[in-house]
Nanobody, 125 residues
Framework: QLQLVESGGGLVQPGGSLRLSCAAS????????IAWFRQAPGKEREGVSC????????NYADSVKGRFTISRDNAKNTVYLQMNSLKPEDTAVYYC??????????????????WGKGTLVTVSS
């Protein structure tokens, strides 16, 4: 069964940190660019960050730039999202998604082939 599974969400105080993980099973992430998305209550889903197959290209939404860091460990078939200096407005369900892509140093928020079911991040005092 081909799937992505997110973990690492939870409740954290403003200013705190969390690290989300996105683990693939049933397929290798070597040929996939990965993106993280989030959806807050009552809002549309938005792209947060993406990383290319080789990890050499990353992209961040302006709202998280300088606070979030995306990385990948292809040997572990896992992608991470380190989230620091969290704010209440970061509260959302976070999803990872994978796109099969032939170019090594490109990442995208479109045309995703697989999606995880999400993990909830709540930033509150």
């Amino acid at each position: 069964q081909l799937q992505l599974v997110e973990s690492g969400g939870g409740l954290v105080q403003p200013g705190g940190s969390l690290r989300l993980s996105c683990a693939a099973s049933g397929f290798t992430l070597d040929y996939y660019a990965i993106a993280w998305f989030r959806q807050a209550p009552g809002k549309e889903r938005e792209g947060v960050s993406c990383i290319s197959r080789g990890g050499g290209t990353t992209n961040y939404a302006d709202s998280v730039k300088g606070r979030f860091t995306i990385s990948r460990d292809n040997a572990k078939n896992t992608v991470y999202l380190q989230m620091n200096s969290l704010k209440p407005e970061d509260t959302a369900v976070y999803y990872c998604a994978a796109r099969l892509i032939p170019v090594v140093d490109v990442c995208s928020y479109y045309g995703m082939n697989y999606w995880g079911k999400g993990t909830l991040v709540t930033v509150s005092s």
